[in-house]
Structure formats: C-alpha cells, structure tokens
C-alpha cells in the first residue's frame, strides 16, 4: 500500500484507508495522524475504514491505539465504514475497539466530531 | 496434547507424528495452495488467498470474511510464536457439501497447556489477538496439535452454507 491519504478538510483530518493495508502500513498510518493532528490543529480526526476486507486483532489495536494518542493530543476519533461482513467477524472474534467512536459512514462521522468538538 | 472440536479428519493422521507430515491427499487438488509464513507481509497474502478460495468455492461474503480473519489469526500467531510457518488452504468437497480447510503449522515451540491456551481471552504475547478461542468462533471445526519443542498445526475447517 502507498502512504496514507490524509486529507485536512476545515477542523478535521480524513485518513482514507487503502485497501488490504499490511501492519507495516496501519503503523504508518498511526505515525503519520499523531504527527499531522498537532502539526495542522485539526479537532478531530475520521479515519474510513471502508475499504477493508478484514479487521483484525492488529488493525483493532492499532486504531484503538490511533484513537487514545490522538486523544492525549486533545483531538477526537471516529472510525466509519466498517462494513457489516468485517463487523461480524470482529464481534464473533471477540475484537472491541472498546470507547472508541464509530459512525456508519464519512458523513455521519463529520456529523459526529462537529458536535463532539463544537465549543 | 490435543483439544479438538468437531472432526478434522485431514488433520494428523493415524499413522504417523501429525506435527511432521502433511495429510495424505489421494488426488491432486487445484483448490489447495501453501503460503509459507516468514514475515508479517506473509499474514496478508495468507487471508488473501483465503478470501478468493472461499468466494471461488461458493462462501458468501460474510463466511468468506470470517474464514480470511481467522486466517490472518492463525498467520499471525506463527509470526508472534514460531517466526515462520506455512498456512494450507483447501476447498474440500463431500459428498453433498463443500467446506473450506484451513492448516496452520509451525516448529515453534509449541503449546505447553492447550486446554488453557482454549480459554477465552488468555494469551501469552502482550495481549495481541484474542488467540485460538476466537479462532474457533470463527470457523465450524477446529482441533489442535501441539508439542513443546516440536511445533504446532492449527486445523479448522468451515462449511459453505
């Protein structure tokens, strides 16, 4: 997988995830948002995960993790798209991203973090 | 030690130690490859290959996911144990169903207590995954072979649907 795409748009930054990222990738990824969140003063942060065929333990921990740094660096998380067929396979695996916020899609998480972040 | 669910025929065989030899296949199979698993890369292609085997063979989207996570479970449990291994993927047809087989084997260090290695949530390695438990949520059959200082071969199978 190329770099990740991380786009600013307003208070918030989109990561786009590309299909069948390897861990190398994922971690990458969760450098590259710890970094650009503080650097560009972003609110809050939606990473679309709709584009994965799989979730698993790795992925799980690695965006629970993005979504607690990002925290500590005063900024919120959602992850949206995960599709019904990944949902179900994390759930029957046991995988839990835990208080980490969810939405259905990109609009619905832009929904999310402009009231979660509306000061 | 072994700890087993359902039957796995293919796996180990009465004949001889089951964490050497692969399972006899009396015909060839075009439905069947072998990734060798040496590097974390090696866990993408593994459920890869999963993946496209099991919608090949008919699986719906959803079962075809849950047998490519728990592939990716099992590679990852080879890179995190016994640095490499290799993970078998077959479809294996009945005579009135078609499942897909899924073998993972290592000569790592092997399982010292598989019954608590079963255990919901227990893992040895810094809490990555949820181990073999939710590995057997995922698929229909699962049975385990283990031998400290031999090796491991995970087998489990699931039914198309």
């Not at chain 2, 890869?48 to 085997?53: E, G, I, S, V, Y």
Request: proline share 3%.
């Amino acid at each position: 997988m190329a770099a990740p795409v991380i786009l600013k748009q307003g208070k918030f930054l989109i990561a786009s995830m590309q299909p069948a990222p390897s861990d190398a990738d994922l971690v990458l990824l969760r450098n590259a948002l710890v970094q650009q969140v503080s650097r560009s003063r972003s609110r809050g942060v939606i990473i679309d995960v709709t584009s994965l065929d799989v979730i698993d333990s790795f992925a799980t921990r690695t965006l629970r993790d993005i979504a607690h740094m990002i925290r500590l660096r005063g900024a919120e998380t959602v992850i949206v798209g995960i599709q019904p067929e990944v949902a179900f396979a994390m759930v029957q695996l046991g995988l839990v991203l835990e208080d980490v916020a969810t939405t259905l899609d990109l609009e619905e998480g832009i929904a999310y973090l402009d009231v979660k972040t509306a000061k | 030690m072994r700890h087993g669910a359902g039957s796995c025929p293919e796996a180990g065989g009465a004949s001889s130690n089951p964490l050497l030899g692969h399972p006899l296949n009396t015909h060839s199979d075009e439905l069947e490859v072998i990734i060798k698993i040496n590097s974390e890369d090696d866990i993408l292609s593994a459920r890869q290959k999963a993946r496209t085997l099991a919608l090949g063979a008919g699986f719906s989207l959803t079962d075809a996911t849950l047998v490519a996570t728990a592939v990716s479970e099992l590679a990852r449990n080879i890179i995190l144990y016994a640095r490499q291994g290799e993970i078998e993927e077959k479809i294996v047809r009945g005579s009135d169903r078609v499942g897909i087989v899924i073998v993972a084997r290592d000569g790592g260090p092997g399982i010292h207590d598989v019954e608590r290695a079963m255990q919901i949530g227990y893992s040895t390695s810094r809490s990555l995954g949820l181990g073999l438990p939710g590995v057997k949520r995922l698929m229909d059959d699962f049975e385990i072979v283990s031998k400290a200082g031999q090796g491991t071969i995970v087998t489990a199978r699931k039914w198309k649907r």
